[in-house]
């Protein structure tokens, strides 16, 4: 019954224990140092990000809709948190929800209170279909012409004329669903997003249909990083001048989205950005294994944070006021909000 249960509401592609896989899935299975580097050890995440005290934040901000954002072929709707700091030319995070939750719920992950300190501009695209799931696994929507795709490149450009955003700066982050359209946005538009994090996503293309999202997100299919790049590469076509870079985040105890998924994802972008997928170093932080992977220059491209023991969420820490704890958004004592910022370069300041 759960499995015809997860079907009825997409393939279990929402959020719900009840859409677990019926099969036992794999764990990461993975410890500090499987690739040979050596592990620093960082126990927790407490200090800023640059070692320096960040300056009182500004009285919080209401989440405030937008109507017209021009043409909506996805039927979504868009929620957004303007700090009061911000500058003429402000950098934009997009963070996409969930399955069975809303840009308010996905709000509480700790965006708004980094984009206070370090005054950049958070949206919130928000969708109803399909029990609030972005529909990341259809073949239609892994296009530049996606309906859903099209509605959240003209957020962008919306948000650039309102707001003044700078259009080289724009990123996108997600969970689940939002994790795997996260994947979509990147693959499909990288001359609008330069950088990405996909927390408990799936690879770009892993499925075309709702009963393939269902197979992929237990078990991926078996493809080599050249053929996962490939798919990449076909849905970019000439836009690929500029690769984006991808966090990719995953409980290594996730019950709902396999986290085979992530080393994946980890062959895709690798691949996608000319480089290997051997870790060029490994951290632990807190409970998570850290794995950079890396350019000749030393820049790290794309990474990979498994997190032990946790299921399927967004990790937060509200004791040092990252994020409220609630349904997919889980309290781990690691602020995934906060090294993504860092990730994307955004994050001068740290929460104290």
């Known amino acids: 019954m759960k499995l015809l249960h997860c079907l009825g509401l997409l393939a279990g592609i929402i959020l719900s224990g009840a859409c677990s896989s019926p099969a036992k899935l ?18 927790t995440d407490s200090v800023p990000i640059d070692g320096g005290a960040c300056p009182v934040a500004p009285t919080a901000q209401a989440l405030a809709p937008v109507a017209n954002f021009g043409a909506n072929p996805g039927n979504l709707a868009l929620q957004i948190y303007v700090p009061t700091n911000h500058g003429a030319h402000p950098p934009l995070v997009l963070a996409l929800h969930g399955c069975s939750q809303t840009a308010a719920a996905y709000a509480k992950t700790g965006w708004n209170r980094l984009a206070d300190y370090n005054g950049f501009i ?22 530049r012409a996606g309906n859903e795709v099209t509605s959240i490149v003209n957020m962008v450009q919306a948000l650039v004329q309102a707001h003044g955003v700078d259009a080289t700066r724009v990123y996108v982050t997600g969970l689940s ?60 076509g000439n836009n690929l001048s500029r690769v984006p870079r991808l966090s990719i985040w995953h409980g290594s105890n996730d019950n709902t989205v396999n986290n085979a998924n992530a080393l994946a994802l980890v062959a895709q972008f690798t691949n996608v950005n000319g480089i290997d997928a051997t870790a060029d170093k490994t951290t632990t932080v807190s409970a998570a294994t850290h794995r950079e992977y890396r350019n000749a220059a030393g820049v790290t491209l794309v990474d990979y944070w498994s997190v032990a023991g946790m299921n399927h969420g967004t990790p937060v820490d509200p004791t040092r006021n990252c994020g409220t704890a609630g349904p997919f958004v889980l309290d781990v004592g690691l602020c995934s909000s906060r090294y993504a910022a860092e990730f994307f370069g955004l994050a001068a300041c740290a929460t104290p």
Not at 26 to 41: E, F
Not at 127 to 143: I, K
Not at 208 to 216: A, F, H, P, Q
């Open 26 to 43: 794999l764990l990461d299975g993975a410890t500090p140092g499987v690739d040979g580097q050596i592990i620093d050890a960082a126990p």
């Open 122 to 143: 958070v949206a919130y695209p928000q969708t109803t279909a399909n029990n609030g799931c972005f529909n990341w696994f259809a073949a239609n929507e892994q296009t």
């Open 177 to 236: 669903a939002g994790g795997a359209s996260t994947a979509v946005l990147l693959a499909t538009h990288p001359d609008v997003f330069a950088a990405g994090t996909a927390i408990a996503g799936v690879p770009f293309r892993c499925a075309g249909t709702v009963t393939e999202g269902l197979s992929c997100m237990s078990s991926p299919p078996n493809k080599t990083a050249a053929q996962w790049g490939d798919l990449v590469r076909a849905a970019a």
